[in-house]
């Protein structure tokens, strides 16, 4: 079992929808990350997080420390939004990221 | 456009062949990283280099040789490789090595394919 865990593995909806991307770890941590991964392979940094909350635009990502859960919220989301949504996490002790398989978004006009 | 180039984009490689992966970072950063993307696997993170100082090999193949001549370049030279090694092979920088705690920025990534 991965040390990080998303939900759902894969998500469809019509543009417009309220989207919710969830990830469990199991460990301790330093940081959370969230990624977003298009199409051609490129990753992109969204968010990087160790506590409450943060908003660019109409993306949102918490955390719950407590509770070792994160969530990535997509507003009024867009065609553009499809992507593989990535979390990663910074292990306490430890010098690299462990990721998450990703969730696949894919927003429908 | 992350500041992170990789080329070649695509590489088909017989077995017996050797090539290199190339990342160039125009960022000023201190920190690269090569990560490897196979279908359905999450990002596994292959090596590490701080200050063109390898500090982290994640048990990768010796047939991986990773190469880090200054700050700004990185390169995996790959040799005798098997089909299985087939995947997303992606370069990242950080300002620091903060252990995962510094924003990394990706580079697009080499998709190999070996025959």
């Known amino acids: 079992k991965n040390e990080v865990e998303q939900s759902p593995q894969n998500l469809t909806a019509q543009e417009g929808e309220f989207i919710t991307i969830n990830c469990s770890y199991s460990?301790?941590?330093?940081?959370l990350h969230w990624l977003q991964q298009h199409p051609g392979g490129g990753i992109v940094s969204l968010f990087m997080?160790?506590?409450g909350k943060k908003k660019h635009g109409r993306l949102i990502a918490t955390i719950n420390i407590q509770e070792k859960h994160s969530s990535l919220h997509i507003t009024a989301s867009h065609p553009r939004d499809s992507a593989v949504y990535i979390c990663a996490v910074s292990i306490q002790g430890a010098q690299k990221l462990v990721f998450g398989q990703g969730t696949r978004l894919t927003i429908n006009p | 456009e992350t500041g992170v180039t990789q080329t070649p984009r695509h590489l088909v490689m017989g077995m017996t062949n050797k090539k290199s992966l190339k990342c160039e970072q125009h960022l000023g950063h201190n920190a690269m990283y090569w990560y490897k993307q196979s279908a359905k696997k999450p990002l596994e993170l292959m090596f590490v280099?701080?200050?063109?100082?390898?500090?982290e090999n994640n048990s990768v193949p010796s047939r991986f040789s990773p190469e880090c001549p200054n700050s700004s370049h990185l390169f995996l030279h790959l040799h005798t490789l098997q089909p299985e090694d087939s995947a997303l092979y992606l370069c990242?920088?950080?300002?620091?090595?903060?252990?995962?705690?510094?924003?990394?920025?990706f580079g697009p990534g080499t998709r190999l394919t070996v025959l």
């Open positions: 280099y701080n200050f063109k100082e390898q500090t």
């Open positions: 990242a920088s950080s300002q620091v090595l903060a252990g995962g705690r510094d924003t990394q920025y």
């Open positions: 997080l160790s506590s």
């Open positions: 460990v301790g941590i330093s940081a």
